[in-house]
C-alpha cells in the first residue's frame, strides 16, 4: 500500500511568487490535513478537508488556500510568498477526520522562499 | 496563554539506558495524548496514542503516561538503540484539533 505522496519534494520560490503543493493520501483516506514546520516551531495547523469540503482551518492569512478534489487528493496554494513563508509542509492523511491513531504524513515539501 | 512545552535542548543519552522525554502542556484539556517520531527530512510518523482516561501505555519498548492533573505526559524508551535518535514530538487532541510540541531531539551515543 503506497504512502502518502507530496509533490514537489523541494522547492525554491522568489517572494511575490504563488506556489502550488500537491498531496496524494493513501488509497482509501478521505482525510487530508495541511501543516507548516518551521525549526523551533511545533507543526502548525492549515486547513483539514474531507470529501472535498474544508472541515477545519488554522490561522493563517487568506493566502493560505487549499482545495480537495474528488479522488482525495489535496492541493495548497500560497499567493504572495514572502520570506517567512520558507518551511516544511506537510500533509497527513487519514481514514476517517476523527481517526487520531491512524494519521500517516508524507515527507513533506521544503519551500525556499528567496 | 495555551501552550505546549517540550525540552528545546538535545537529550544525550548513553546506549542502553532508558530515555524519558517530557510534554508539559497549560491550558488545555486534552482528550488524548500522542507522540510521534520525526527523522530529518522526513514526516512524523505515529508510534503511540494515550486517551485522559488512561494513565499508562506500552508498545514494545517504548512507555507513556499521562497525568492530566500535573498536565504532563512522559515518554520512554528503555534499553535504547543508536536508531532511536530522531525528534519526538508531542500532539494533544482537543476539541477535535491536534495540537503540536516543538519537539525534543534524541541523541542515544553508542
Known amino acids: 500500500k503506497a504512502g502518502v505522496t507530496q509533490t514537489p519534494r523541494y522547492l525554491i520560490k522568489t517572494r511575490g511568487q504563488q506556489v502550488t503543493l500537491s498531496c496524494s493520501p493513501i488509497?482509501?483516506?478521505?482525510?487530508v490535513s495541511w501543516y507548516q514546520q518551521t525549526p523551533g516551531q511545533g507543526l502548525q495547523f492549515l486547513f483539514e478537508?474531507?470529501?472535498?469540503?474544508?472541515?477545519n482551518k488554522g490561522n493563517f492569512p487568506g493566502r493560505f488556500s487549499g482545495r480537495q478534489f474528488s479522488n482525495s487528493r489535496s492541493e495548497m496554494n500560497v499567493s504572495t510568498l514572502e520570506l517567512g513563508d520558507s518551511a516544511l509542509y506537510l500533509c497527513?492523511?487519514?481514514?476517517?477526520?476523527?481517526?487520531?491513531?491512524?494519521?500517516?504524513f508524507g515527507q513533506g515539501t521544503r519551500l525556499t522562499v528567496v | 496563554s495555551q501552550k505546549i512545552e517540550q525540552n528545546s535542548e538535545a537529550l544525550n543519552i548513553q546506549e542502553g539506558k532508558t530515555a524519558t522525554l517530557t510534554c508539559n502542556y497549560t491550558?488545555?484539556?486534552?482528550?488524548?495524548l500522542q507522540w510521534y517520531r520525526q527523522d530529518p527530512g522526513r514526516g512524523p510518523v505515529f508510534l503511540l496514542l494515550?486517551?485522559?482516561n488512561e494513565k499508562e501505555k506500552r508498545k514494545e519498548r517504548l512507555k507513556v503516561t499521562f497525568d492530566t492533573t500535573l498536565k504532563q505526559s512522559l515518554f520512554h524508551i528503555t534499553a535504547s538503540q543508536p536508531a532511536d535518535s530522531a525528534t519526538y514530538l508531542c500532539?494533544?487532541?482537543?476539541?477535535?484539533?491536534?495540537?503540536w510540541g516543538a519537539g525534543t531531539k534524541l541523541i542515544i551515543k553508542p
Open positions: 497527513a492523511s487519514t481514514l476517517l477526520p476523527d481517526s487520531p491513531d491512524l494519521r500517516f
Open positions: 478537508y474531507f470529501s472535498e469540503t474544508q472541515r
Open positions: 500532539a494533544l487532541g482537543s476539541n477535535y484539533q491536534l495540537i
Open positions: 488509497s482509501g483516506h478521505r482525510s
Open positions: 491550558n488545555y484539556s486534552p482528550a488524548y
Open positions: 494515550i486517551r485522559e
